[in-house]
């Protein structure tokens, strides 16, 4: 039998997803050309500012950079700050996809 | 061992506070309720009172803080009425909607504009619909009694209590009040068990922002949407109900004083015409029926103690035989009628009891109502019911043309 809700008042445990799955949000997928991007060009951490402008926080700062479209809002900070304009923001068709 | 001493309403609010260890008090000053947490203030100052007195800026403040005080696991009291409690109004939702055993004493005061300090019951009235519940005190004995009795139902059924009374009426005016022994109220009184902790060894977002639907978990268990949750808080307050009759019960079997559950009768059974109404405006009407029997109408009152939950069943036993009813009320639905009246009226639909109902605003901004002007209110209503009159208002006392 499916565990049911006994809490009385609104609450969770803070746990990742746990605001819910946001990337079914986005209108525009951020898509990272690494043959732009500084850190994967220059192949050790560097640059790094759609980490650190990303309002989600979504943004892994690793070599290559990661963007985690479960939660992406598609909000487009990233490419618009991104120095090397390695960031394009691709719109979704008229069927979501 | 307990005793009688003579007392204003006020300190009998802050004794029951005492009584109940309240383990933290915020509140703002605002006439006439200021002397509740002023005599609390002085107990925690002098040591008395083994409590965390913590002063705001508003009332709105005080509120947030007892919300987060009761979140964390502590019995938690304030004071407040009119402009204050209604500045209050979105914090009492989060109170409620938290489910916290809150415990609130509103002084009942009229509501500007214009300015009035005086009482009425416009203030809490207007917070109906906050899932509070309310219970409306008839002297000062009942207010220290209604303090205790309400942590024990709030601390059970997870909903927070005003406890109102009559600004000036009680809250300024001295009787003799017992106040029972500290051992016995802690029998009465178990320690309050909060539903949730929250604490730094298990952390939580509490009251997130909740969709519309239910949801799963990171764990994968459904949880409640918005809609779920506020049932939840329905379902609370219609329950509370046995609760609230239980503990009061058992108050009178500890303490022998009984105040009634959800609601009280004075000479009901015979009675060819009842006197409802909430606080010292239906300890008046009980004088009113004596009067009125004394000339030979069979009158009797009826007092409504809780209006939150509302008494459904109560009503409609109270009400089913009798032939007229009058309810006299210290607040207004403006547009409609008294709050009482509808409420009254709608618990006697589902009854099929059509019963002739008629409605006198009264009191509203202080103004003095007395007994022979209930008395007399009630006479002209029973003959313009036996002239045919079924549904009336009535603004008493005031010029209305």
Request: charged residues 20%; contains cysteine; negative net charge.
């Amino acid at each position: 039998m499916e565990q049911k809700d006994d809490n009385i008042s609104a609450m969770c445990k803070p746990a990742v997803g746990e605001a819910g799955r946001t990337g079914d949000w986005r209108d525009a997928t951020p898509v990272i050309d690494h043959s732009k991007c500084i850190a994967s060009v220059k192949n050790r951490p560097a640059c790094y500012l759609c980490w650190l402008y990303c309002p989600d926080g979504i943004v892994t700062a690793g070599v290559p950079v990661r963007i985690d479209l479960e939660y992406c809002k598609g909000c487009g900070i990233c490419a618009e700050e991104c120095p090397a304009k390695a960031i394009t923001m691709v719109m979704h068709g008229e069927d979501g996809k | 061992m307990s005793h009688v001493e003579i007392m204003t309403g006020n300190q009998a609010a802050a004794w029951g506070a005492k009584l109940a260890k309240v383990q933290v008090i915020s509140a703002y000053p605002i006439t006439p309720s200021t002397p509740v947490t002023e005599t609390i203030s002085q107990w925690v100052e002098r040591g008395e009172l083994k409590s965390e007195y913590i002063r705001v800026e508003s009332e709105h403040s005080v509120m947030t803080v007892c919300v987060s005080a009761s979140s964390v696991g502590a019995r938690t009291f304030t004071a407040t009425c009119s402009h204050g409690l209604l500045y209050m109004h979105e914090q009492l939702h989060w109170a409620a909607g938290s489910r916290l055993p809150i415990v609130l004493a509103c002084v009942n005061r009229g509501v500007g504009a214009p300015w009035s300090i005086f009482n009425d019951q416009q203030d809490s009235i207007a917070q109906r619909d906050t899932g509070w519940i309310q219970i409306y005190c008839r002297d000062n004995q009942e207010i220290l009694d209604s303090v205790l009795q309400a942590y024990r139902i709030a601390e059970q059924v997870y909903c927070p209590v005003m406890v109102c009374y009559d600004g000036f009426i009680l809250s300024h005016t001295m009787m003799p009040v017992e106040i029972p022994a500290a051992e016995q109220v802690d029998r009465f009184l178990p320690p309050y068990k909060p539903h949730t902790i929250l604490s730094p060894e298990e952390p939580r977002n509490i009251n997130p922002v909740i969709f519309p639907w239910q949801r799963r978990d990171a764990e994968g268990v459904l949880r409640d949407g918005y809609m779920d949750i506020r049932w939840k808080l329905q379902n609370a307050l219609e329950k509370s109900r046995d609760v609230i009759v239980e503990t009061g019960r058992e108050f009178a079997e500890a303490f022998g004083r009984d105040h009634g559950g959800m609601l009280w009768t004075y000479l009901t059974e015979d009675a060819e015409v009842l006197i409802a109404g909430m606080g010292s405006l239906a300890t008046e009407a009980t004088t009113a029926a004596d009067i009125l029997r004394g000339e030979g109408i069979r009158a009797g009152a009826v007092g409504v103690r809780v209006y939150r939950p509302f008494p459904r069943a109560e009503v409609r036993e109270a009400f089913k035989n009798a032939p007229a009813v009058v309810v006299f009320e210290k607040d207004i639905s403006y547009g409609y009628e008294g709050a009482l009246c509808s409420d009254i009226k709608a618990a006697l639909y589902g009854a099929g009891i059509r019963t002739p109902i008629h409605n006198f605003i009264a009191g509203l901004g202080g103004r003095d109502v007395k007994a022979r002007e209930l008395a007399e209110a009630v006479r002209s209503s029973l003959a313009a019911i036996a002239a045919g009159t079924n549904e009336r208002q009535t603004w008493l006392n005031c010029v209305t043309e």
